[in-house]
T-cell receptor, first 116, second 116 residues
Framework: ETGVTQSPTHLIKTRGQQVTLRCSSQSGHNTVSWYQQALGQGPQFIFQ???????GRGNFPPRFSGLQFPNYSSELNVNALELDDSALYLC???????????????FGAGTRLSVL | AQKITQTQPGMFVQEKEAVTLDCTYDTSDPSYGLFWYKQPSSGEMIFLIYQGSYDQQNATEGRYSLNFQKARKSANLVISASQLGDSAMYFC?????????????FGRGTQLTVWP
């Protein structure tokens, strides 16, 4: 158990719809990162939130957006869903006190999104 | 750009035997971190072991050890005394020093199957 919880666990949407995924970080962690894992692939970094602001973004379009709340929990929003958005979405939390290279991220179990 | 290569899509090992999962990486940064994560079918990414680029000794965590060969840019995971519960997907990942706290770059993973 990492203490990182994600909801919902599974979600089915249709193309063009919008979706919100939620993540509660491990106690004491102030940084949340989101990753997309397509079937048979390694996770790809979407973005990171630190002190309620976006702190780095991967190669994802603006229709992927997020929020971080004062309690460090986070949301990932995806607008205008496309079939290729079907994936496992993983949230990871960490603390900024660690050296950047040894910033161990602890993951939740993910939300499996299917877009039909 | 950071790149992780895992050339073994699948590996099989008998229970109680040792197994080595291969990982090579490519980066021009002098300061970086290398990680291994385990992903069971449930989806959660479980942190196993970390190696810093400046660490002189190979990292060990219980049955897990990381064979770090800096000149060859390899960071192989060795699991000793395999157990049936070790069957899972294993990902090698790296971070680099920079503004995004601990952003992970993942390989494509190796599916490990432990048989009795």
């Amino acid at each position: 158990e990492t203490g990182v919880t994600q909801s919902p666990t599974h979600l089915i949407k249709t193309r063009g719809q919008q979706v919100t995924l939620r993540c509660s970080s491990q106690s004491g962690h102030n940084t949340v990162s989101w990753y997309q894992q397509a079937l048979g692939q390694g996770p790809q970094f979407i973005f990171q939130y630190y002190r309620e602001e976006e702190n780095g973004r991967g190669n994802f379009p603006p229709r992927f957006s997020g929020l971080q709340f004062p309690n460090y929990s986070s949301e990932l929003n995806v607008n205008a869903l496309e079939l290729d958005d079907s994936a496992l979405y993983l949230c990871a939390s960490s603390h900024d006190r660690a050296r950047i290279a040894k910033n161990i991220q602890y993951f939740g179990a993910g939300t499996r999104l299917s877009v039909l | 750009a950071q790149k992780i290569t895992q050339t073994q899509p699948g590996m099989f090992v008998q229970e109680k035997e040792a197994v080595t999962l291969d990982c090579t990486y490519d980066t021009s940064d002098p300061s970086y971190g290398l990680f291994w994560y385990k992903q069971p079918s449930s989806g959660e990414m479980i942190f196993l072991i970390y190696q810093g680029s400046y660490d002189q000794q190979n990292a060990t965590e219980g049955r897990y050890s990381l064979n770090f060969q800096k000149a060859r840019k390899s960071a192989n995971l060795v699991i000793s005394a395999s157990q049936l519960g070790d069957s899972a997907m294993y990902f090698c990942a790296m971070t680099k020093s920079g503004s995004t706290l601990g952003r992970l770059y993942f390989g494509r993973g190796t599916q490990l199957t432990v048989w009795p």
